[in-house]
């Protein structure tokens, strides 16, 4: 069974930066994508960015030029380098993991933006 696990959010101001982690165990191919989702209070839970097993990774608009994906396969883990970081893009992200078979999710982790 796959547990995704994230780390990394906070508190940050306006303007700031922020790292999050997603450590994945259970792993059995490393045949998949991986995705960070946002949800914000009251908003549907939207796609980020994703990157494949063969580093292919396509971005939301609102994260493209300021947020940046990786993935260590051997670690099974993926981060998400989030730069200038505005109010709007605080909300709690998940981690996702699809294997082409079945989707899963972490628990998620808040990430909040003063202004």
């Known amino acids: 069974q796959v547990q995704l696990v994230e780390s990394g959010g906070g508190l940050v101001p306006a303007g700031g930066s922020l790292r999050l982690s997603c450590l994945a165990s259970?792993?059995?191919?490393?045949?998949?994508?991986m995705r960070w989702y946002r949800q914000a209070p009251g908003k549907q839970r939207e796609l980020v960015a994703r990157?494949?097993?063969?580093?292919?990774?396509t971005y939301a608009d609102s994260a493209r030029g300021r947020f940046t994906i990786s993935r260590d396969n051997a670690k099974n883990t993926m981060a998400l380098h989030m730069n200038s970081l505005s109010p709007e893009d605080s909300g709690v992200y998940y981690c996702?993991?699809?294997?082409?078979?079945?989707?899963?999710w972490g628990k998620g982790t808040l990430v909040t933006v003063s202004s």
């Open positions: 990157i494949t097993q063969n580093l292919n990774i």
């Open positions: 259970g792993v059995t191919t490393s045949v998949n994508v």
């Open positions: 996702n993991l699809y294997n082409y078979r079945h989707n899963y």
